[in-house]
Structures are given as C-alpha cells and as structure tokens.
C-alpha cells in the first residue's frame, strides 16, 4: 500500500478484495470501518470523500490494522469495541466478546421481573449484562462477579463510562457471596462442549479466552453446579436466566427440573429463532 497514491474508494475495493481471500466474510464493510477508525471519518463520510488520497499515518494506521485482520483476529478487539443494547463496549482479549443473541436474556428478565431490586450477573466478563441490566433497573442494586481479575478490570471501564454503581466481585460462581440473596440471578456461562471448540470460527477460537468458552464434555458443566447452588441465593419467587447453546435448553431444563426447587420454567429465543435463554422461577418454600 505504499509508493502510489490509494484514494479512500481505492483502498477500500483493495481491502475488500484481500480479506475475501483470507476468510473474512463481510470484507468490504468490515474495511469501511477500519478506515473510518483510521481516519476518524463515520461511513458517509468516507464516500464522501471517495477520492481523497490517505496521508501517510491514516495509512499506516490502516494497514496495521488491515494486516491484524488478515490474521483472522476479531475486528472487535482491532478497533477495542463492541455494540451491545444501543451502547459501545470496551472489549479486549481477556473478555467474550457480546454477541446480540444474549440481548434476549436482558428482554427476558424485564419482562419476568420488571421490579427486581437485587440482581446479580454470575461471569460478567466485560459488564455488558449488569451495565444493561443496571439500565433497565436504575432503582435496583446490581452485583456482578467473575473469576477473571484481568475482565473485572475491563468491566470496571465500561461500568465507569456509564457512570454507573455496580458492586464487583472476584471469585468463581457464589463463591464471594456467602449470606446473600437476589431477586434475579443471570449468567452467560461458558457452554461449548470441549470436543467442538477446535472446531469454531478462527477469530472466537483463538482470540476469544477459552475458561469464557469449555463448558466440559457436553458443555453443560456449569450449569449442573450453577443451578442447584443458586437456590440458596435466591429470594423466594426469584428468577434465574441463563443463556445456553444451540440445542441445550432441553438439557438445561431437566437439571432444572430434577433439581425440584423451581416452581415453573420457560425459554426464549434469539433472532436466529434457537432456545438460546432458560428461566426458572424459585419456589417459595423449599
């Protein structure tokens, strides 16, 4: 990309062009904001300026960042955000990185649970959940945990930008919170089954932090201990929310069940139409 002149339209086709070969499925969209990072431009702008030649620091800028990409590193961790409910999160790779499927579990519990008033988010990873659920809630004490120091660190961040109180908590599962009780516990837990992971796309198999991802043999490790243990965490009539994997929830739901401590169940699906959420309402008197 050096020695002629590349106009934006012209680096733009070229960028297209190379990450296509690479695997990259939305090249061409994913090269407009790569340069609209390294310019500083938003997208109209870009086309805009269609002919405008790069300087020679927007251009190196862009080619490091181009180079990353070819690699299959996530477009997320190259530009350091990701999109999530209306807001931007700082995202690294110590953290998952949101994906809009897991929106539907903060839909779920406002709809289940429109005035909880303690809720607790098990593995926050960058915040994006309790940030959301803080949202919702704003008269509502949040408290989230993870076993990460390096993603309580990224979730502290994106909680401050937000400007928002949220109690974090170092420590696997329950493990920082002995004597507590909440209307509404929720979790995104790790729940791809060991033998699949060597099998994902590039960009979450290799960049994305593998304790986030190994829910063990049938990926449902978690949830046989986070399920049982959660009833002496929850208020009577509480909600627990959990996003599960493709094709999981039936599974989820018979822990649920043989755990005889829920008075009632249901799912919710993501826009792609799969059970990707699983409810359970504890009973009052167990």
């Known amino acids: 990309m050096q020695d002629e002149v590349w106009t934006t339209l012209k680096v733009l086709n070229w960028t297209r062009d190379f990450l296509a070969t690479k695997g990259v499925a939305n090249s061409r969209l994913e090269a407009e904001w790569m340069l609209c990072a390294a310019t500083g431009l938003d997208r109209v702008g870009l086309y805009l300026q269609y002919d405008k030649p790069l300087n020679d620091g927007e251009l190196s800028s862009y ?6 990409r ?21 995202v690294t790779p110590d953290v998952l990185i949101p994906r809009h499927d897991t929106e539907v579990l903060i839909d779920l519990a ?13 593995g926050t990873g ?3 959940i309790a940030v959301s659920l803080a949202l919702k809630y704003p008269h509502s004490n949040i408290t989230a945990t993870d076993i990460s120091e390096a993603a309580l660190d990224v979730a502290r961040r994106n909680m401050s930008r937000q400007k928002l109180e949220i109690e974090l908590l ?3 599962l329950f493990e920082p919170l002995a004597g507590r009780k909440f209307d509404l516990i929720v979790s995104n837990p790790p729940y791809i089954p060991t033998a699949d992971i060597a099998g994902l796309e590039q960009e979450v198999r290799d960049f994305d932090p ?7 043999q049938d990926g449902l490790d978690i949830y046989r201990e986070l399920i049982p243990r959660s009833l002496a965490f929850l208020n009577p009539s509480g909600w627990l929310l959990l996003e599960v994997g493709k094709g999981q929830a039936h599974d989820v739901l018979q822990i649920i069940n043989v755990t005889e401590g829920f008075k009632q169940t249901t799912t919710a699906l993501d826009p792609g139409g799969i059970e990707r959420v699983v409810a359970a309402q504890r009973k009052e008197n167990i």
Not at 63 to 68: G, I, L, Y
Not at 110 to 122: E, G, N, Q, R, Y
């Open 126 to 128: 960058s915040g994006c």
């Open 110 to 122: 406002v709809s289940l649970l429109p005035h909880a008033k303690t809720i607790l988010d098990i």
């Open 170 to 172: 170092s420590g696997s």
């Open 63 to 68: 080619r490091s960042m181009v180079a990353r």
């Open 210 to 216: 593998l304790r986030a991802l190994d829910g063990g």
């Open 70 to 90: 070819a690699k299959r590193e996530p477009l997320q961790h190259i530009l350091g955000t990701q999109e999530f409910m209306g807001i931007d999160y700082e």
